[in-house]
């Protein structure tokens, strides 16, 4: 069992609030709070799953290669109050279905590789920022091409762009071109004994790598969904 405790952010999330901070959110004038979520819940089961549908094609070999991937995989584990913070709690993780396959060559005659590596999930933060608190969360873990190649990538798997490192332009969620990779639910949520949001993206990119003289020309699409589910106990 996985444990992660959440204090001390990362100097580009000074001055947000942990998910600890919902109680001081809801509190009165006084400080106390006027209402406790979910009747003063112990804690809240958490439960994420994540499917996508995608593609890739990568020119600049002696003949394209295309990919197709269809995933699914769920991350349950809770919200546990600890003293004036919160704790996250990792239970599991569970593929419930992945298939990876690459061909080459014209058709009739294609070349066809599956991968046998299997994609990871990894939940990252919990995070209350105002009247929302945000899942981020990221899948990864596959080197593509699977054929034998000069050229060795990361197959850009769906995850959340709330808050992302590094140059403006450059992140995941700027390459999101329908709805929105930002998983985020409002703080009056965690009041009702159980709430499942469902969010959905479409997401492409296209890059260039030089490998050995070459120029490669990678492009990869994919669509999709986040369901989060949360159960006051």
Known sequence: MEQGFFRRLPAGLAGALLLAGLGLALAGPGGTLDKAPAGNAAWWEVRLVIA?????????????????????????????PDDDDFLLVHLRTEILEWHLRETAGPAGRENVVESAAKPSLRMEYVLKDGHEVEFA????GIPIPLHVSPLAVVLELPRSSGREAGLPGHGYGDFVCRGSSRVVLPETDFLAPARERLF????RREKQYVKE???FVVT????????VALTAH
Request: with cysteine; proline share 2%; charged share 30%.
């Open 200 to 203: 959905s993206w479409d997401w």
């Open 213 to 215: 003289g070459r120029v």
């Open 220 to 227: 990869q699409d994919h669509s999709a969904e986040a369901a």
């Open 137 to 140: 969360f990221g899948l990864g």
């Open 52 to 80: 996508a549908k995608g593609r890739y094609i990568v020119r600049g070999g002696r003949t394209p290669l295309t990919g197709e991937y269809t995933c699914r995989i769920r991350w349950d584990g809770r919200l546990e």
